[in-house]
């Protein structure tokens, strides 16, 4: 099957390892991996800060940048959830409603592309430590994905899974809640790495880049030691 990657901005920008894991893992079941070039932000950012009409500027080019894909699969469920809500934004619309039925109809966060569409549950991957796993807010509440990273990690060999204390608490990131409600944000974050010190995991596992980020840089600036990682590098860890 054709699939095109929808890379997303932390990716691109902070993290391309993490597309590169997920063009590997992806290539490595059968999968005809394909990058449009033409994407862009999905506009989230914009949306959220209000700004509607220009926020739909960027989803009108994601919709033209991923016209022609069979499948399109992104590391992040934030991301991929607000493509998912395109078709709400656009209800209405004669020129772009169907593009954005069709874009949310065939667009996939990674985890959820590998079990629920190829029915895959274990990738072959060897990665050993102690992990426990931050479920971010937009991928558990806005796309729905609960059980299939916890599945796939289950399957690795070598993987201690521990869960994370008050797992579905906010880090605090939120993209820009975190830069308008900076001191709210802080005492979050900072509740979730004293969460994730209880379980004295070696790392801290996620599927999307804005949090991890957030949990990561605030355990740095506490001198911890757990190692965060996105879940495509744990999954695309072989031998």
């Known amino acids: 099957m054709r699939v095109s990657i929808f890379i997303t901005c932390l990716c691109d920008i902070f993290s391309p390892h993490v597309g590169k894991h997920t063009v ?34 960027a989803m009108k080019q994601m919709m033209r940048a991923f016209k022609d894909s069979e499948y399109v699969v992104g590391p992040s469920g934030s991301c ?28 996939y966060e990674l985890t959820q592309f590998l079990v629920d569409v190829l029915k895959i549950v274990d990738v072959g991957s060897t990665f050993k430590g102690k992990v426990t796993y931050h479920p971010s807010c937009h991928m558990t509440r806005l796309l729905g994905v609960n ?7 289950k ?14 608490d906010c ?4 993209g820009t809640f975190a830069v308008k409600n900076a001191a709210i944000s802080e005492e979050m974050v900072t509740e979730k790495s004293q969460h994730v010190t209880e379980t004295k995991a070696e790392y801290l596992v996620g599927g999307d880049m804005g ?8 355990m740095q600036r506490e001198g911890k030691k757990v190692e965060v990682v996105h879940i495509a590098e744990i999954l695309n860890t072989i031998g």
């Open 147 to 153: 059980e299939a990273p916890i599945t796939l990690l």
């Open 155 to 168: 399957h690795i060999d070598g993987v201690e899974l521990i869960e994370l204390p008050v797992k579905e």
């Open 171 to 174: 880090c605090g990131f939120g």
């Open 211 to 218: 949090c991890l980020f957030n949990i990561g840089g605030k």
């Open 80 to 107: 991929v959830g607000m493509l998912k809500e395109y078709p709400n934004l656009f209800k209405g619309d004669p020129e772009w409603e169907e593009e954005a039925r069709k874009l949310a109809d065939k667009s």
């Open 24 to 57: 590997e893992i992806l290539e490595r079941f059968g999968c005809e991996v394909d990058f449009p070039e033409l994407q862009t932000c999905c506009g989230q950012p914009a949306y959220n800060s209000g700004f509607f009409k220009e926020s739909k500027e």
